[in-house]
């Protein structure tokens, strides 16, 4: 109770701020008296699409979340949809398989299906979960975020919740942050992780950080949840489109580790359809159409490259450490220029803002030499430094050969996964990821 009188003087606060023309809220007054974070408090979560494991059993989920505490990932963001029947069985193994292996989950409301009349739902689910012990909690208060719901009031359901909440929706525009009083919210999380100047619309690479920018400017000092992304193609009927990310694997764990946001979200662990997924393939999920593109194209080398970048993220290094030699590659199975006659789709709306390219980064101990092989190309030797370096070469039709030499020795090599073809059946923009690590 104590809390949420708390949070009610909090509101008539911001609501004099308001008034007086002011800053309508500061960082400290909805977030149960607690400073800025330290380094300690810095949390790396992964997009978990609830939405596709309808026959999730408790080891599928045990089986994720090792996999994912193994790179450091400390909770899956559990998107939910309202429409799901089986959204509160699979909330429940969920939560059930986190407390058994010390991981930790919140709930992401996909605002794609719930709405602001939901508001006794969502109190009800934040209610059952908000004070178990594999709920993640975030300064003093049980985590919870959305897919879009923007102006979702959080006011009710914190008041109708006997545990603190700490509520960092999605925000599609960063302004929007100077109306978080009014809604109780206590920061923002940018759906923003590909170049786009809003919406789905798509620009050229790189990616920058203007979006985050705006949104730590905007939350002046308020919960900033960033998302890392290391792709997006998509090839429904319904949505059709590649965003230009191609050296987005490394590029925005870089921009992270200078940027330092509060709080970081991988999109994603499991979302095959936008070819965004870090997590296995063959986990046990249903397929909503994804299989044409997402079978045979595994992206579970990303995991170890993401590896040293969250741990350099949490430990408020500039650069990542490592200890192993490896390299980790990706590359699209086909040019983009390919026709797919038979493909009653066209191919994904930017796809000619793309490069054919062959992408490598080097995770290296000390200097060495890289020698790519795409295809019928001849190799491209390039020296690279210790640290993760991040090189690209043409791309070639046929077979893909990396290899890593240092003092006339050569120190790791092997053959892509995956050929790459000038023909296939269907347009497919996804990506090959593989990894080769030292013996
Ligand atoms: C946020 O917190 C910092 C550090 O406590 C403080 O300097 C700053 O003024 C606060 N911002 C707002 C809007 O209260
Ligand atoms: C996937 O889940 C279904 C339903 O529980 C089960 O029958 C099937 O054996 C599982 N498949 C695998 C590969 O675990
Ligand atoms: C939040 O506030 C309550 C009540 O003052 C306190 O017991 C609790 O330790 C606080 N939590 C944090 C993380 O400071
Ligand atoms: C490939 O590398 C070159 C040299 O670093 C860089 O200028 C170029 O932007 C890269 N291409 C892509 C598509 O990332």
């Known amino acids: 109770m104590y809390w949420k009188t708390l949070v009610r003087l909090a509101v008539f606060a911001a609501s004099i701020l308001l008034t007086a023309g002011l800053p309508t809220f500061g960082n400290e007054t909805f977030n149960n008296g607690t400073s800025t974070p330290q380094a300690g408090d810095k949390y790396v979560f992964a997009h978990f699409m609830v939405g596709i494991v309808e026959n999730y059993q408790l080891p599928d989920w045990i089986a994720d979340m090792t996999a994912a505490q193994a790179i450091g990932i400390d909770a899956f963001a559990l998107n939910c949809a309202s429409i799901d029947k089986y959204t509160p069985t699979q909330l429940a193994l969920a939560y059930q398989a986190a407390q058994q292996v010390n991981f930790k989950v919140f709930i992401s409301f996909d605002f794609a299906y719930w709405s602001n009349g939901d508001t006794a739902k969502i109190t009800a689910y934040m209610q059952q979960y908000a004070n178990h012990p594999a709920q993640m909690q975030y300064k003093g208060g049980a985590l919870v975020s959305t897919f879009v719901g923007d102006s979702f009031n959080w006011g009710p359901v914190k008041q109708g919740t006997s545990h603190p909440i700490h509520a960092v929706p999605n925000l599609q525009d960063p302004a929007a942050s100077s109306s978080n009083g ?131 993220y949490k430990s408020g290094a500039a650069k990542p450490t490592i200890d192993k030699d490896g390299l980790v590659y990706w590359y699209r199975p086909t040019p983009k220029g390919v026709s797919c006659p038979q493909d009653n789709l066209p191919a994904p709306n930017g796809f000619q803002m793309l490069s054919d390219t062959i992408f490598v980064a080097t995770m290296l101990t000390s200097p060495a030499t890289l020698t790519i092989t795409s295809g019928s190309n001849a190799p491209v030797r390039v020296e690279v430094g210790a640290g993760i370096v991040t090189t690209n070469v043409t791309m070639g039709i046929g077979n893909q050969v990396f290899s890593v030499s240092r003092d006339g020795k050569t120190i790791l090599s092997g053959q892509g996964g995956l050929a790459v073809q000038d023909q296939s059946k269907y347009y497919n923009f996804n990506v090959y990821v593989g990894g080769i690590q030292a013996k």
């Open 182 to 312: 009014q809604r109780s919210a206590n920061g923002a999380f940018s759906w923003y992780g590909w170049p786009t100047d809003g919406g789905n619309s798509i620009i050229q690479g790189p990616m920058t950080t203007i979006w985050d920018d705006r949104y730590i400017k905007d939350l002046k000092g308020a919960t900033y949840m960033a998302p890392v992304s290391p792709w997006f193609s998509t090839h429904f009927n319904s949505k059709n489109w590649v965003f230009i990310c191609e050296n987005l694997p490394t590029l925005r764990w870089e921009q992270m580790l200078s940027l330092k946001p509060s709080l970081i979200e991988i999109i994603s662990w499991n979302d095959y359809g936008e070819s965004h997924y870090i997590g296995p393939y063959s986990a046990n999920h249903s397929d909503d159409g994804s299989s044409k593109w997402a079978t045979g194209m595994p992206h579970d080398a990303w995991r170890d490259l993401y590896k040293p970048y969250i741990a350099a």
